[in-house]
Each structure stands twice: as C-alpha cells, then as structure tokens.
T-cell receptor, first 114, second 113 residues
C-alpha cells in the first residue's frame, strides 16, 4: 500500500523559532499533497493544498507567511512554521494523493511551542 | 459547500456486538466518500471509500459502508466488534477526485469486554 512518512514525529521548540516538518511519499509520486491541522478532540482542518512545482493554495484564515509550504519534488512537501507561538501547538498531518482519488496520510507531527 | 455530520461523538459497544457509526453528508455534486480510522497519536488510515459504482463498499478489518443517496448517508458498520477496533473514526467527503477532504468531527468507538 501507499506509505507516507512525516518527520519529525514530535518536536518541542521555543517561542519565536521556526520549525520545519517534512512529508514524504515513500513508494509513489504525489503531485498533490495536503496539510491538515488537528486540535485535541477535534476534526482535521485543511490548511493548504501543496502542488509540486507551484505555490501552495491556502485555506481562508491560514497565514501563508507563517505557514510556509514547499513542494519541491514529487515525493516531498515541507511545512515550516515560522516564528512559532504557543497557539501554534498542535498535531499536523499531511496527506499525499495517490493516483486520482485517494489520499494517504502521514503519521502526524506533534508540535509543542513553549 | 460540502459538509459532513457524524451523529454521536462517542459510541460504546461490547466485544462481538454490531458496530454502527453514522455519517450524513451534504454535497451539491455526486460525492466521493471516505471513512478513516485514527489510533492515538497516529495519522489516519483509510478504511474504505466510495467513488462510483456499487453502493455497498467493503473495506479493511471487516468494515463496510453503504452509500444511500436518498438519505445522504454513508454509515459504517461491522458485524462483530473487536477490542482492537477501539479508535477514532472519521467520515470525509470530497467533491471531486483528488481534491481536499472535508471531515466530520469524528466518533470515538469504545469496545468493552
């Protein structure tokens, strides 16, 4: 089956620093990847759609200058949380589109900003 | 705009009992429907999906779901619950192939022995 990895799985950082999260499709190529954010006991909220070789499309209310997305290859998308604040603490999950219909999700990255 | 409603944020069943998790959707176009399962501190695993064709869809781990257009529903069932089925279950909809998913709020399934 299609496998998506994320790195790191957990990260703790100080307020004001930047954190990069990687999302990789291990056994397939993905021209489209998605970044979601999940709050405790809450559903997943789409942050942005990442397309290889082009700028990401952000959902309303998501600051593109704060959440930088780069999709430089067909197997890698990165999300950089810049100038992190405690309210950015969350569970970030990426997914990669395999074929035309199905998204496969990464295991998630737990971010804690102190 | 699309939306998903999962009735019951928490469902408890006994081991061996029927599992029924409810999902209703709203969509102005023929929907693509999905069920995902999430174990604690993990990502989402696809259980099953409906795109076109047969309305009864079989997935992994003995789960199945039936697309009922007239009821705008896509309920998830399993004849006999197992302890390992305890997890968070999400129903999701997309309006087109390859587009972002809109998720329901999730249903926590508890299984007691």
């Amino acid at each position: 089956g299609a496998v998506v990895s994320q790195h790191p799985s957990r990260v703790i950082c100080k307020s004001g620093t930047s954190v990069k999260i990687e999302c990789r499709s291990l056994d397939f190529q993905a021209t489209t990847m998605f970044w979601y954010r999940q709050f405790p006991k809450k559903s997943l909220m789409l942050m942005a759609t990442s397309n290889e070789g082009s700028k990401a499309t952000y959902e309303q209310g998501v600051e593109k200058d704060k959440f930088l997305i780069n999709h430089a290859s067909l197997t890698l998308s990165t999300l950089t949380v810049t100038s992190a604040h405690p309210e950015d603490s969350s569970f970030y999950i990426c997914s990669a589109l395999a074929g035309k219909e199905t998204q496969y999700f990464g295991p998630g990255t737990r971010l804690l900003v102190l | 705009a699309q939306s998903v409603t999962q009735l019951g944020s928490h469902v408890s069943v006994s081991e061996g009992a029927l599992v029924l998790l409810r999902c209703n959707y709203s969509s102005s176009v023929p929907p693509y429907l999905f069920w995902y399962v999430q174990y604690p501190n993990q990502g989402l695993q696809l259980l099953l999906k409906y795109t076109t064709g047969a309305t009864l869809v079989k997935g992994i781990n003995g789960f199945e779901a039936e697309f009922k257009k007239s009821e705008t529903s896509f309920h998830l069932t399993k004849p006999s619950a197992h302890m390992s089925d305890a997890a968070e279950y999400f129903c999701a909809v997309s309006e087109d192939a390859g587009t972002a998913l809109i998720f329901g709020k999730g249903t926590t399934l508890s299984v007691s022995s």
